[in-house]
């Protein structure tokens, strides 16, 4: 960019915050920072760092090594390769969940992203494909949007990776998963996705990085990695913006 473009850009800034005071992604309050997080905030955030459960990316006490699984993963183990988060989904950071996903709050989108693709970092870097979970289109036109293809356009712009905002459809509605026990959400989702018939050859044979906003049991991401394994995909892994860990951590 050219030095008087620079300036300008630089200068809309200034003024658009000067205008218009960044938002911040935790508490909501608009203040005389120059980002949308406070460093108070920021620490507030619990990134989940190594050493991770190499197959669900859960936070592990010890370092049992690069390949090391989760008792949760040894007794059942996910349908995708690996999966990383990059924070955990509490009280705290639901906040920036939920206004992504339900107030449709985009000026934290590259950030988020971000921290996403530091938390997943190889799985971008070897993916042929980013692929989000969909919603169901009575659902996308009721919303508007989806916030799992946002995060995803995101990392594909940050990592110049192909993304396929419609390789995956829901082929029927299902009720949302909020408050149903791992059993019932398995059997919600069974069969509720598919590629796209026009996306199949795109799909085929490809290292997939399927996309999400948060990760709970997994049910609804192990739905979305069998509809792709259905189509040929060679790879599957996931990448979400937080996970529960344990049921505790957020109050509904
Ligand atoms: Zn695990």
Not at 38 to 43: A, G, K, N, S
Not at 81 to 107: E, M, T, W
């Amino acid at each position: 960019m050219k030095a008087g473009a620079l300036a300008a850009k630089s200068l809309f800034r200034q003024t658009r915050d000067f205008l218009w005071p960044p938002r911040s992604l935790i508490s909501g309050d608009r203040g005389e920072g120059a980002g949308p997080l406070r460093p108070d905030e920021f620490t507030k955030i619990r990134f989940i760092t190594d050493p991770v459960c190499h197959r669900c990316g859960a936070p592990q006490a010890y370092d049992a090594g690069p390949e090391a699984e989760c008792p949760a993963c040894i007794a059942r183990p996910p349908r995708w390769g690996r999966a990383r988060a990059a924070f955990v989904y509490d009280d705290i950071s639901r906040r920036p969940v939920l206004d992504l996903k339900r107030a449709g709050r985009r000026d934290g989108l590259d950030i988020l992203a971000g921290w996403m693709l530091q938390a997943g970092a190889p799985l971008v870097e070897e993916a042929d494909l980013i692929v989000p979970v969909p919603l169901h289109y009575t659902r996308l036109v009721m919303r508007g949007f989806n916030q799992s293809a946002w995060l995803a356009q995101a990392i594909g712009q940050a990592s110049r990776r192909r993304v396929c905002v419609d390789g995956l459809r829901r082929t029927r509605r299902t009720p949302s998963q909020a408050g149903l026990s791992t059993r019932a959400r398995r059997r919600n989702v069974t069969g509720a996705f598919d590629v796209r018939p026009s996306r199949r050859k795109l799909v085929e044979g490809k290292r997939v990085l399927l996309v999400d906003d948060v990760l709970t049991t997994g049910a609804t991401l192990n739905a979305c990695v069998r509809a792709l394994k259905r189509a040929g995909a060679r790879q599957i892994d996931v990448l979400v913006l937080a996970r529960v860990v344990r049921a505790t951590d957020v109050t509904i």
